[in-house]
């Protein structure tokens, strides 16, 4: 699999790449950024990485399926040999002042509007491939790219996974149950407009409650968390570990879901373990446009299925809020 980082030379685009070259040295991956000094020497360093990640030296055989690491400048896109599987999109404009304050995701808009304006200028020269969007305010930013791009709706993806781990952590917390036990996915909007979805609240596999009180301290721990990491850390410095190792999640099922398809036992619709991220809605859940997270499956191609949850009322209600967060000025956004 080849992978384009359009933005990679950015603080969670060259970590995305490190994470990705760690967990599969068989992946192709090309920063591309205008910053092409740092673009380059992340993938010279994320090479020598691979290295040890490698376990190198490897006997011949093993070594032959290696990916390459590089950095290419965004005019040689159309040229990448091989083509592009997926793009994941980093890019960004610089940080605003207050970037580890609460809306801070909604601070971006503006810069970031012009800035995948830009990367969709420059798609555009290439065959429609699946795209992970991390720029932030996700959700508008995802809907910005789709409608320039005209590209099916379904290559589309949001990333906002870290929130399913976010929960996990305060729920663990609350009921004394270990994380790693916790099953609570989150739809909504990437931000203040999050929808824990606790009606499918699982520990250790069981479906389990948590009181409204404990409901309302997860969703207050998820929308701050990532801005208390950013103003202890730096506002330059945000939560890159979980975003990366989240964003191997999401390419792990989507060559998952490709090599199931291609095999003659498996199901030809990928992966059926639904994940939730952001993707433009044509009907679902009663939303006609904008992007929202909801649980989807994955394929090679992008979002095979986008799969409709019986909510409960609360949720219903706190996902219609949602949707008019990211649909308030979308012709703007
Ligand atoms: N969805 C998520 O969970 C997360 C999203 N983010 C978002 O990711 C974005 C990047 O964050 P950082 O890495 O901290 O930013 P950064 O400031 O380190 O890097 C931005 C990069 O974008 C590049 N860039 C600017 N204009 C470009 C263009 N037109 N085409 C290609 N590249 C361009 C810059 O040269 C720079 O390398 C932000 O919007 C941030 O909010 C960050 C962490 C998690
Ligand atoms: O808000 C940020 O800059 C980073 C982000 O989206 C996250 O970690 O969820």
């Known amino acids: 699999m080849h992978i384009v980082l359009i933005g990679g030379a950015s603080t969670i685009g060259s970590t995305v790449a490190d994470t990705l070259a760690t967990a599969d040295p068989t992946l192709d991956i090309t920063l591309v950024d205008p910053a092409t000094e740092a673009a380059w020497a992340h993938a010279v360093d994320i090479t020598h990485a691979a290295f040890h990640a490698a376990g190198a030296p490897l006997g011949g055989e093993r070594a032959d399926s290696f990916g390459t690491i590089q950095a290419a400048d965004i005019d040689a896109l159309p040229a ?14 610089p940080r605003p002042d207050d970037a580890t304050d609460r809306d801070a995701r909604d601070a971006e808009l503006e810069a970031n509007r012009a800035v995948v304006d830009d990367v969709a200028d420059r798609l555009r020269a290439i065959e429609s491939v699946p ?6 305010p996700i959700d508008r930013i995802t809907h910005r790219l789709w409608r ?9 993806l949001g990333y906002s996974l870290s929130e399913t781990a976010r929960a996990a952590h305060e729920i663990g917390r ?50 701050r968390v990532p801005f208390e990491i950013a103003s202890r850390r730096g506002a330059n410095e945000t939560s890159r570990w979980v ?91």
């Open 174 to 223: 609350q009921t004394g149950a270990h994380p790693c036990t916790v099953t609570c996915p989150v739809m909504g909007e990437h931000g203040e407009g999050i929808v824990p979805i606790f009606s499918k609240l699982r520990i250790d596999g069981d479906p389990a409650t948590v009181t409204a009180d404990q409901r309302s301290a997860v969703r207050e721990f998820v929308r």
């Open 243 to 333: 975003t990366s190792a989240g964003v191997v999640r999401v390419v792990r099922s989507m060559i998952d879901a490709g090599s199931t398809a291609r095999s003659s036992t498996g199901p030809a619709g990928g992966s059926r373990t639904a994940i939730c991220l952001s993707t433009p809605l044509d009907g679902e859940y009663g939303f006609d446009d904008g992007c929202l997270s909801v649980p989807v499956t994955l394929t090679a191609t992008g979002v095979g299925d986008i799969l409709e949850w019986e909510l409960t009322e609360e949720e219903t209600a706190r996902l219609a809020a949602a949707h008019e967060r990211v649909t308030a000025d979308l012709e703007l956004s």
């Open 80 to 93: 990448l040999d091989p083509a592009p599987d997926l793009v994941i999109v980093t890019a960004a404009g």
């Open 131 to 136: 795209v992970l969007v991390l720029t932030n």
């Open 148 to 156: 320039r791009l005209g590209w099916p709706r379904k290559r589309f």
